[in-house]
């Protein structure tokens, strides 16, 4: 797969339903932003793109199986 095909399956995976964790996550991260500070938007959410997709490396790199509800809950806990 190629990196645009990757970009595009996250960025449907961030605006799905089902993802709501990940949106809320969102929400709270750009928060503190008024909405004219577009450049902050930006940065937030390039960090916690950064940070996500460094994490699903890890763990395909590692080749541990995690579980996927601890996983999630430490997603809401961050």
Same mark, same amino acid.
């Given at each position: 797969?190629?990196? #645009?095909?990757?970009? +595009? @399956? ?5 605006? %799905?339903?089902?993802?709501? %964790?990940?949106? @809320?996550?969102? &929400?709270?991260?750009? /928060? #503190? *932003?008024? #909405?004219? %500070? *577009?450049?902050?938007?930006? /940065? &937030?959410?390039? &960090?916690?793109? $950064? ?9 395909? &790199?590692?080749?541990? #199986?995690?579980? +996927?509800? $601890?996983? +999630?809950? /430490?997603? @809401? /806990?961050?």
């Amino acid at each position: 797969m190629s990196v #645009p095909t990757f970009a +595009e @399956l996250g960025f449907f995976h961030i605006l %799905d339903v089902s993802a709501w %964790d990940h949106l @809320l996550f969102v &929400a709270a991260l750009i /928060a #503190p *932003f008024a #909405p004219r %500070d *577009f450049k902050l938007w930006l /940065a &937030a959410l390039t &960090a916690f793109t $950064l940070g996500h997709t460094m994490a699903m490396a890890g763990q395909v &790199a590692a080749k541990v #199986p995690l579980n +996927e509800r $601890l996983v +999630e809950g /430490a997603v @809401l /806990a961050t």
